[in-house]
């Protein structure tokens, strides 16, 4: 289990991550400039944090308190770097061999043989990283962090070098690779598909803070407040305020003229609420089954763009003023042609109660950590 | 023709060739890869010799390793005389091609990715990764300015009249001798000195020239 909580100073940007990571893969995943990058080399031991600890299985790497700073090598954390930073000048096997030292030359090159043998690298040991494709280069960067037995594994954005077809199919054998390894994983990754796909656990990252942290579907259903939201994707955040609804004795939101149930709890009347949507799980409702859906809205689409696989559309209810902001929907290009979708067109769509999810308010800047 | 310059100047090349390229290399890494006060400072007082003319310079270390300045007085103490002899055309050779082998191999340490010596310090301490990653990579630039370093030791002329004289049989170097032959009107032996630091200085060239992937 990794835990850290440190504070790093660089030119006015102040990294302060805080996290729990346990075995498995966890995906710090936040935009360019978050501090992923950064966090990481904090880890390592490259760069020496002003304040915090790191902890890794009980072991402590670094403690400002205590002055405390294991060297790199010694930390037995191995980083993956974005463009594998393979060392030019050794063959593959001199790349794996690298970081084992201490052993005699049969236990190394027993060693070597067998990480070949997992890269499905065989015939490549004698072969200069220069000789590789990005994709066998990848696996040996991987391998030079994997071969040291390593209880803490950093990935940092491991597929962006990599062409769309390479990155999908690297990402399998990555994960395939990864089940042999016991210890925990961190993959950086500005990419929130990658994330999801590689990672069980999810921690997003922006300004230097882990804003949220905890399995994936609780991160993408359940973001904490309004940057996470932005951040994983729930594109339709809007302003309201719980109402006590007569009819069914249970609270609403009351927004721009309508009434929306929602599945999970409510503050009490009269608090101003800010609440979020996926553009994923909102329905487009055929009129003649409007009345059997809570939460209908009647309007009319706005915009669509196509997006090879799917769509995304501008929706505008009728009843709520422009101000009210129209909604993202994604919809299948199936269901757009069944629909007969276009701008302009008349729809009913139904935003299911159990995805509609309150946020908390963003804390000042400052107040946390 | 006389053999003593030739060879004196090959041994102070040498010699002044394993200085200037240990302290060299030192200071290009600490230059590229460290950052403190007074960088700029140093990176400039490095490259002095090879803006000063070289009395200039020659005059200032005579006053430094001479028998009453402050170096050469204690030198002197230990038993080592430098000024007017050897040992200080060896100095006036390293001082004079220190600026060669430090920008060479600034520049070789700066193409080394930055990237790649992180990468292998998270699997190895860093005396190690200087030696296994850094000094490989950087290999052809360090050569380059070695090579260079050891054709200004050879043609080392202002610095060396300063500090070492010109004693035939002592310290007088090959330049040194040429300019004597000259001064003598032996043009004969003047040719034969001048061609024999022509040969060497083209085998020199030669090789700099096989080496890839550096510019100057």
Redesign the interface.
């Known amino acids: 289990m990794l835990e850290f909580a440190f504070e790093y100073r660089l030119d006015g940007f102040l990294l302060a991550p805080a996290l729990t990571a346990d075995r498995g893969v966890t995906a710090l995943y936040g935009p360019s400039g978050a501090g992923k990058s950064l966090t990481l080399?904090c880890l390592?031991?490259?760069r020496r944090p002003e304040g915090g600890w790191i902890r890794l299985n009980g072991r402590t790497l670094f403690d400002a308190a205590a002055g405390l700073h294991v060297?790199?090598?010694l930390?037995r954390?191995?980083?993956v770097?974005q463009?594998y930073?393979?060392?030019?000048?050794l063959t593959v096997a001199g790349n794996l061999a690298?970081?084992l030292?201490g052993l005699s030359r049969d236990a190394v090159r027993e060693r070597v043989e067998a990480m070949l043998r997992l890269l499905r690298l065989e015939p490549f040991g004698n072969r200069y990283p220069g000789e590789l494709s990005g994709g066998q280069r990848q696996r040996v960067a991987l391998g030079?962090g994997l071969i040291?037995q390593p209880e803490l594994l950093l990935l940092d954005e491991p597929f962006s070098a990599l062409d769309q077809m390479e990155r999908e199919r690297l990402r399998a054998e990555v994960l395939e690779l990864l089940q042999g390894f016991g210890g925990t994983t961190v993959l950086v990754t500005h990419n929130l598909q990658e994330a999801y796909l590689m990672a069980r656990q999810v921690a997003v990252i922006d300004g230097g803070r882990i804003l949220q942290s905890g399995p994936r579907d609780e991160v993408l259903q359940h973001p904490r407040d309004r940057r996470v939201a932005e951040h994983v994707g729930a594109s339709n955040i809007f302003q309201g305020t719980v109402v006590a609804d007569e009819d069914t004795a249970s609270d609403v939101i009351a927004w721009y003229g309508q009434r929306l149930a929602v599945s999970g709890p409510l503050p009490a009347p009269g608090t101003a609420v800010e609440f979020c949507l996926r553009p994923e799980d909102i329905r487009l409702v055929w009129p003649e089954k409007a009345g059997e859906r809570p939460n209908v809205l009647r309007g009319r689409l706005t915009a669509e763009v196509e997006r090879g696989v799917d769509y995304l559309l501008r929706f505008r209810s009728e009843g709520t003023a422009a101000v009210a902001g129209d909604i993202e929907i994604h919809c299948s290009e199936h269901l757009h042609y069944l629909m007969e979708l276009a701008p302009g067109k008349a729809v009913w769509i139904a935003l299911p109660p159990d995805k509609l999810h309150v946020l908390t308010p963003v804390p000042d800047d400052g107040a946390v950590g | 023709m006389e053999l003593f310059p030739i060879l004196l100047s090959l041994r102070v090349a040498t010699l002044s060739t394993i200085l200037a390229g240990l302290f060299g290399v030192g200071l290009a890494w600490v230059l590229t890869r460290r950052r403190f006060p007074g960088r700029t400072l140093l990176e400039s007082v490095v490259v002095l010799p090879l803006v000063l003319p070289p009395t200039v310079v020659g005059f200032y270390l005579l006053l430094l390793l001479g028998r009453s300045g402050p170096l050469g007085a204690s030198l002197e103490a230990a038993g080592l005389e430098i000024v007017f002899t050897w040992r200080a055309a060896v100095i006036a050779a390293t001082v004079a091609s220190l600026p060669l082998v430090v920008k060479a191999v600034q520049a070789a340490f700066e193409s080394v990715d930055p990237r790649i010596e992180a990468a292998a310090r998270t699997l190895r301490p860093a005396a190690s990764v200087f030696l296994t990653v850094t000094l490989p990579l950087a290999w052809r630039g360090i050569l380059a300015g070695l090579i260079l370093a050891f054709a200004r030791g050879m043609g080392e002329f202002g610095i060396t009249l300063m500090l070492a004289g010109s004693i035939p049989g002592r310290t007088q170097t090959l330049p040194l001798a040429i300019y004597d032959a000259v001064q003598a009107n032996d043009l004969a032996q003047a040719n034969a000195l001048a061609l024999t630091t022509i040969g060497i200085v083209t085998v020199l060239l030669f090789i700099l020239s096989r080496l890839p992937r550096v510019r100057f």
Do not use: N
């Open positions: 080399l390592v031991g490259l060297p790199p090598h930390r954390v191995g980083l770097f463009e930073a393979l060392f030019p000048h690298y970081g030292r030079r040291i």
